[in-house]
């Protein structure tokens, strides 16, 4: 049973540089989940697919961020021009949506991104 | 969305039982309460989640006020393992579902052996 997985694990950047993150789900989960977490908060949500669908975005998701899921399994994560704000955790979880709202997500371990 | 209120921080002895409130004073009724924990350096895994019954399963129970104005999560008997951030978290029953969990700045629990 293999979990989410996110790849890297880590990352330090320039700002101004372009980043991309990669999830893999636990493969039969039709949803996919970004969230961004920064030291000492909850995570927040970023946004989400159904399949290859993205059904919502949160309004954190500048135009600098864009995310893709093109064959509804494994997904990416863009950060263009980096800025130092960006310096977080980001977090993919995924889950498995039979109709009903007692489904949990599935977290992976994370990517620490670092902008200097 | 509704909000929960939870401590900061805890303390539990370790193999002692732990009971970690949130208050939800403005939950609907068809909002289901979820508990999710954050172990250091990992994501956030689910716990538990009820409605209206308390739950119980094997990580911990969940007690729920008549009125749903608050609940309890309860560790029967803490182990070292247990220490973590834990987030208690409301979504919407509805079948669509509110997709995504909106975290707080949860209860940092810390188990003192």
């Known amino acids: 049973d293999t979990g989410v997985s996110q790849d890297p694990r880590h990352k330090i950047t320039k700002r101004g540089q372009n980043v991309t993150f990669r999830c893999d789900p636990i493969?039969?989960?039709?949803?996919l989940y970004w969230y961004r977490q920064t030291l000492g908060q909850g995570p927040e949500f970023l946004t989400y697919?159904?399949?290859?669908?993205?059904?919502?975005k949160s309004r954190l998701l500048s135009d600098r961020f864009s995310a893709e899921r093109p064959k509804g399994s494994f997904s990416t994560l863009e950060i263009q021009r980096t800025e130092q704000g960006d310096s977080a955790m980001y977090l993919c979880?995924?889950?498995?949506?039979?109709?009903?709202?007692?489904?949990?997500?599935?977290f992976g371990p994370g990517t620490r991104l670092t902008v200097t | 969305d509704a909000k929960t209120t939870q401590p900061n921080s805890m303390e539990s002895n370790e193999e002692e039982p732990v009971h970690l409130p949130c208050n939800h004073s403005?939950?609907?009724?068809?909002?289901?309460i979820h508990w999710y924990r954050q172990l250091p350096s990992q994501g956030p895994e689910y716990v538990i989640h009820?409605?209206?019954s308390n739950v119980n399963n094997r990580m911990a129970s969940l007690a729920i006020a008549e009125d749903r104005k608050s609940s309890t999560l309860i560790l029967h008997r803490a182990t070292l393992r247990d220490a973590a951030v834990y987030y208690c978290?409301?979504?919407?029953?509805?079948?669509?579902?509110?997709?995504?969990?909106?975290f707080g700045t949860g209860t940092r629990l810390t188990i003192i052996p």
């Open positions: 979880a995924s889950s498995s949506y039979q109709g009903g709202a007692h489904y949990e997500q599935y």
């Open positions: 493969s039969e989960h039709n949803r």
């Open positions: 697919f159904q399949n290859e669908a993205q059904l919502e």
């Open positions: 403005t939950i609907s009724g068809t909002d289901y």
């Open positions: 009820g409605l209206t």
């Open positions: 978290i409301l979504r919407q029953g509805t079948n669509f579902g509110n997709e995504k969990l909106t």
